[in-house]
């Protein structure tokens, strides 16, 4: 049985690029959501590694304020690079 983290790499619905400005340069975060809202974090520092998995959304959003993480501009949605 695969992890829902990893059925999101090959069934997401959006992306999202999460930053922490603090850091020189900037460290990055990604967060992909399937239509149901499952969400994982993966770090690309770290070979992609999941750094959190939710159940919504909002949940994943909140993990990433709570650590001081800022938006990038925009989603990047499945059906737009199909």
């Not at 990893?6 to 975060?29: C, G, I, Q």
């Not at 993966?42 to 159940?55: E, G, L, W």
């Not at 959304?57 to 499945?78: F, H, I, N, P, S």
């Amino acid at each position: 049985m695969s992890s829902p983290a990893l059925a999101l790499v090959d069934n997401w619905d959006f992306t999202e690029l999460w930053v922490d400005p603090t850091a020189s340069p900037p460290y990055v975060l990604i967060l992909l959501c399937d239509e149901k809202e499952n969400c994982s974090i993966y770090d690309p520092a770290q070979n992609y590694q999941v750094v959190h998995t939710s159940s919504s959304y909002q949940d994943a959003k909140l993990w990433l304020l709570e650590d001081e993480y800022e938006r990038v501009e925009g989603q990047l949605r499945a059906e737009k690079i199909a």
